[in-house]
Structure formats: structure tokens, C-alpha cells
């Protein structure tokens, strides 16, 4: 089997950016796939459509869109990916949805987990990378890049704090699968921390 090694963190945190050139790194070695949530799959992709760019909907609603495209995804890209021993690299997965849908939309983490458990069959990642910097930087990062900002960019500074807040909840409830690193700094320097430790946890895989 391959690896599944996911990207996780608040907006403007350079998850998309950094993973691009993690990717070009490790296709030097190994072969590897990059995908994205929602997403990576026509399915997903539609159903991304809706969750970002749609109009305001119910936390639930959402909860459950995201893990239906989360299923199609798993089921069509990244399952098939792993048995063909790839490194998959995705740009997000259930962290996410725990994180703003469970914690920032205050619907309930146990009750989001239930469904997604449901989608993935147990098919947590084998290694978590949180890209770690506070909100008002990230904001400040998406605003100088003039990146288009999708429904939950908008979102108040409140919610995205939040969404941090869960994200420090879920590290503390996985240790050993979350790798922190510090995206407050230049592109550079967290490449090639991330590049390092997965280099490092693919050699631990190996032995």
C-alpha cells in the first residue's frame, strides 16, 4: 500500500501552494498523486461548486455535502491510488470538516465524526500536515495575494478562529498522525520541512 499524507490548516495558511511544491520535491523519487477536497473527482467537483461558491446554507447541509463528496472522492481517487502504492497527497480531508463544520459552525464534532466515519470506512490518513498560522495573518495573506475568496473565506474573524481552536483540539486528539509546522514563514523554509518529515516517515514506512 502507499501513503496518504493529507494538508491541513486556516485559510491563508499556503496549504495549496506549499503542496504543489512538496509534490514536484517527491515525484524526483516516488510516484505521487495530488488531489484536493472537495474535489479531485467529477462528482466532488460538482458538489464543491455548491459548498463554495453557492449561496449561505445550514451547517448540517453542509456537513453532509462535504462528506458525500469526500466518499466519491475516496472510493474513485485516493483508495485506487494507495493499492497502486502512490504517495497521495490531498489538500484537505475529515479534518476540515470537523474543524468548520464541527467546531466553527458549533453543530457538534461527535455528530460530524459520525458521518464522515460513515463516508471514509476508517481510511484516516497516514500522516496529517498542519500548517499552523493565526487567523488575522492568514486574512492578511489571502487579502496581499487578492486570491478570490470562496463562501468560507468570507466568513467573520470569529469563525475562523474557531476553525483554529479545532484544529488544536484535533492535534491534541491526534498526536501521533498530526506533523506541525510553522506557515508563517517563507514558502521556502516550510517546503522543505515538509519535504524532510515526509521523506522521513516514508524511510519509517519502509523498514
Do not use: W
Not at 501552494?17 to 512538496?22: G, I, S, Y
Not at 498526536?175 to 516514508?202: G, K, L
Amino acid at each position: 500500500m502507499g501513503l496518504f499524507i493529507t494538508f491541513e490548516g486556516p485559510e491563508g495558511s499556503g496549504k495549496t501552494t506549499v503542496l504543489r511544491a512538496v509534490a514536484a520535491e517527491l515525484e524526483k523519487d516516488y510516484d505521487v498523486v495530488t488531489t484536493r477536497e472537495p474535489g479531485g473527482v467529477e462528482t466532488a467537483e460538482a458538489i464543491r461548486n455548491i459548498l463554495l461558491e453557492g449561496d449561505a446554507m445550514d451547517g448540517r447541509t453542509e456537513a453532509l455535502l462535504f462528506a458525500a463528496a469526500r466518499r466519491e472522492h475516496l472510493v474513485q481517487k485516493v483508495l485506487p491510488a494507495l493499492a497502486s502504492d502512490h504517495i497521495v497527497l490531498c489538500d484537505r480531508f475529515i479534518d476540515s470538516s470537523l474543524a468548520y463544520q464541527g467546531y466553527a459552525r458549533e453543530i457538534g464534532v461527535e455528530g460530524v465524526a459520525r458521518i464522515n466515519d460513515f463516508a471514509i470506512e476508517g481510511h484516516y490518513p497516514d500522516m496529517t500536515i498542519y500548517l499552523d498560522i493565526p487567523a488575522a495573518l492568514g486574512r492578511e495573506r489571502i487579502e496581499a495575494n487578492q486570491r478570490e475568496q470562496n463562501r468560507l473565506d468570507k466568513e467573520d474573524h470569529a469563525f475562523h478562529e474557531r476553525v483554529i481552536a479545532g484544529y488544536k483540539q484535533l492535534i491534541e486528539r491526534y498526536p501521533d498522525r498530526y506533523q506541525i509546522v510553522d506557515a508563517s514563514r517563507s514558502i521556502d523554509n516550510v517546503v522543505a520541512d515538509v519535504v524532510t518529515i515526509i521523506r522521513q516517515q516514508i524511510e519509517k514506512k519502509s523498514l
